[in-house]
């Protein structure tokens, strides 16, 4: 780990709502390139290993759900109709839409999701969190999600893990790093930090809402576009699987990620959804009319 550099970034970052987004990240010292060969095989002889055990599993990756039912079940339809068996979570399951409850009986009854917790998961669960940083729109988000859960339901989001490893493969909600922190991850070296902390050759993540993946390289975390692939052993990824319930990279279609370790085939599936019904329901429950609005542009 000699071989390192250490650069501490403070930015703003400014994502496709128009919301300043804090940016901090510790750029952690990039391992040689010896040291992370070896690893990287070590890591995936043990994947290997387990995907032996997952021969038949087809996993369905969703995230930032964000309490939206109608987009969320039409992807449920289109996962079964793919041979899914099992389905993950990178957290938000709720929060900005207006079904948290269906969403989240969902995730944990019929699902039985491994899932961990979003910022907003946090935000709404944990009642000192102090709303005044945040924008009109999402503070309102906030505490209408509160008084629609039972105590039930906000102690599952509260002990929601930030990280969890999943048969062979990571999911976290921001990055590995520092998940507490809730950073977004525009930039490969945002990237590269969290690769630094990845114990897995595949780790899922979401928070941004736009679907993409990284691999790392020899110089640090190149960012590809999110389209069908077969992963070939000795890649190590890090893949945002998009968002279900708001996708804000200008196409409204719902949005999650397929992998079948058998094969070692990864999907990204788009999916249009009655966005007026869902679109109605915000409305219905008197939450701000940008909540409602974005939906239809994907932004
Ligand atoms: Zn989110």
Not at 222 to 241: C, S, W, Y
Request: proline content about 5%; charged content about 25%; overall charge neutral.
């Amino acid at each position: 780990m000699a071989k390192g550099r250490h650069i501490l970034r403070l930015a703003k970052h400014r994502n496709n709502g128009g919301e300043e987004l804090p940016v901090c990240h510790v750029v952690s010292r990039v391992p040689s390139a010896e040291f992370r060969r070896t690893q990287n095989l070590a890591q995936w002889a043990e994947f290997q290993e387990q995907e032996k055990t997952l021969a038949g599993k087809v996993f369905a990756v969703l995230g930032d759900i964000h309490a939206n039912i109608e987009a969320l079940n039409v992807v449920l339809d289109d996962a079964r109709k793919q041979g899914v068996t099992d389905f993950v979570c990178v957290g938000d399951v709720v929060g900005y839409n207006a079904s948290p409850k269906e969403c989240l009986e969902i995730v944990r009854g019929e699902l039985n999701a491994h899932c961990v917790q979003g910022n907003h998961d946090y935000y709404i669960s944990n009642l000192s969190m102090n709303l005044e940083d945040f924008s009109p729109h999402a503070a309102a988000a906030v505490k209408w999600t509160r008084e629609q859960l039972n105590d039930d339901e906000m102690a599952y989001l509260a002990n929601l893990p930030l990280k969890k490893p999943v048969m062979g493969f990571t999911l976290v909600h921001s990055t590995l790093d520092m998940p507490e922190r809730w950073g977004y991850v525009f930039e490969n070296d945002q990237a590269t930090s969290s690769f630094a902390f990845q114990k897995t050759p595949i780790c899922f993540h979401g928070h941004t809402h736009v679907p993409i993946v990284y691999e790392l390289t020899d110089t640090g975390a190149k960012h590809r576009p999110a389209e069908d692939m077969t992963v070939r052993v000795g890649q190590r990824l890090f893949i945002n699987v998009g968002s279900v319930g708001q996708p804000r990279d200008g196409d409204p279609r719902a949005s999650y990620a397929i992998y079948v370790p058998a094969t070692r085939e990864l999907k990204f599936r788009r999916l249009e959804y009655d966005v007026a019904a869902a679109q109605e329901r915000i409305k219905k429950a008197g939450l701000p009319e940008r909540l409602w609005q974005r939906l239809e542009f994907g932004r």
